[in-house]
């Protein structure tokens, strides 16, 4: 057999092994988020700055590769872009500075609730139905941030203002509704390479003149913030959503749950290790509740698209 035979017929990368990475990559997001900000840098810098560096990665590849989508959008296109990448945008600075204000295993839980979101705002504008088992999803998962607010304001939560980071974090997951609902129409036209490219970049475009207008400082007194904000673009932005993009397509309707239900568990482990964070009964409960509830109205979704 020849050496090209060899490499058609040798197995390709197991999808289910690109949403391990994935996990693990994302996982890394809320560290690497907490490890610059002790460096000193600012958390709206930090946004900006994933989002900027993630879009000049994807850029030169997207030119050689998206030219055509890019020359057939038109103006509506373009403010769509814009809309969708304002929510991107508030999404990223406000979940990121939650984690100046609590736990780790709060913030990333609570962000977690955003298909709540998503279901609430697509009964609401798109009159898309909700049925029994995302209505239980929905009522398990509020009953599981409510205890995680319980347990944080006992004062279980390592944060400085449990209270506000909780609600940074919550903002971050309304924020993705329309953020969602928005890109639909974007979706349908462009190729996951093409989209990204122009939401990220639209995202780090408006958080820069938000970073201006309100005088936000870029620099850091430590080198090591700017290492952890390229390793925050390049690991969870770029590794680990790609790993789950080219995954999903490629699993059972059912592994969709995984991304959404792997990070905070990952970001736990790691910010118990690495920020010697430690987590009470009561959070634990609350967070299990809470993703017990998402992943119910995962299934439900995900079951559905795959019939």
């Known amino acids: 057999m020849s050496t090209s035979a060899a490499a058609l017929n040798r197995p390709a990368l197991p999808p289910a092994l690109g949403i391990f990475v994935g996990v693990i990559a994302v996982s890394t997001a809320s560290i690497f988020i907490r490890f610059a900000q002790q460096a000193g840098a600012q958390s709206l810098a930090i946004a900006m700055l994933r989002l900027m560096l993630a879009a000049l990665v994807l ?4 030119l050689g590769r998206c030219g055509d989508e890019f020359r057939r959008l038109s103006k509506r296109d373009l403010l769509t872009t814009v809309a969708s990448g304002a929510f991107l945008g508030a999404h ?7 984690l100046e204000f609590t736990s780790v295993v709060s913030s990333v839980v609570l962000v977690t609730l955003s298909p709540l979101f998503v279901a609430l705002a697509s009964a609401i504008f798109l009159r898309e139905p909700v049925n029994g088992q995302m209505a239980l ?5 509020i009953g599981g ?4 607010g319980a347990a944080d304001s006992a004062g279980s939560s390592p944060g400085q203002n449990p209270p506000l980071g909780n609600a940074l974090a919550l903002t971050g997951a309304v924020c993705i509704a329309p953020y969602l609902i928005i890109a639909r129409a974007l979706r349908s036209k462009l190729s996951l390479l093409a989209y990204i490219t122009l939401v990220y970049g639209a995202a780090a475009l408006i958080l820069c003149a938000v970073v201006l207008l309100t005088q936000t400082p870029l620099g850091s007194d430590s080198p090591l913030a700017y290492l952890w904000i390229a390793l925050l673009a390049l690991v969870p932005q770029l590794v680990g959503h790609t790993s789950f993009n080219w995954s999903v397509r490629r699993l059972p309707a059912v592994y969709a ?11 736990t482990i790691l910010a118990v290790i690495l920020l010697g964070e430690t987590v009470t009964p009561l959070t634990l409960a609350g967070a299990a ?3 017990a509830g998402i992943a119910l109205m995962s299934l439900k979704k995900t079951s559905a698209q795959g019939g």
């Open 59 to 62: 850029l030169p590849f997207a």
């Open 92 to 98: 990223f600075a406000t979940w990121i500075l939650s």
């Open 137 to 141: 999803g929905m009522v398990i998962a």
């Open 145 to 148: 941030g409510i205890l995680i």
């Open 257 to 267: 749950t995984i991304p959404v239900l792997g990070e905070p568990v990952g970001s």
């Open 289 to 291: 509740l809470a993703l």
